[in-house]
Nanobody, 114 residues
Framework: QVQLVESGGDLVQPGGSLRLSCAASGSSFPIYHMAWYRQAPGKQRDLVAR???????NYADSVKGRFTISRDNAKNTVYLQMNSLKPEDTAVYYC????????WGQGTQVTVSS
């Protein structure tokens, strides 16, 4: 069982930056593949970025070059650094941990607006 708690969501102006954090419970964090998803109102939940247990990363085309996913296994935490934010990045951002099972956090709201 893994419990995930996201933080760092906020209201930010276009062009601004935010860093989201996802803290995981348990000692098995390093073996999990971690990801960030987002869901805008009326839309499906989409993958934003993923980092494997080995540190390989992949990104949605819409965020490549602007967002960076990273993990600190000593702190059981995964991060999403978001730069050059756009209004279309507005969504609830969810953290996901996956191996055999899949676990979700409760989400954190990111709003990009002037």
């Amino acid at each position: 069982q893994v419990q995930l708690v996201e933080s760092g969501g906020d209201l930010v102006q276009p062009g601004g930056s935010l860093r989201l954090s996802c803290a995981a419970s348990g000692s098995s964090f390093p073996i999990y593949h971690m990801a960030w998803y987002r869901q805008a109102p009326g839309k499906q939940r989409d993958l934003v970025a993923r980092i494997t247990s080995g540190g390989s990363t992949n990104y949605a085309d819409s965020v490549k070059g602007r967002f960076t996913i990273s993990r600190d296994n000593a702190k059981n935490t995964v991060y999403l650094q978001m730069n050059s934010l756009k209004p279309e990045d507005t969504a609830v951002y969810y953290c996901n941990a996956a191996r055999v099972n899949s676990y979700w956090g409760q989400g954190t709201q990111v709003t990009v607006s002037s």
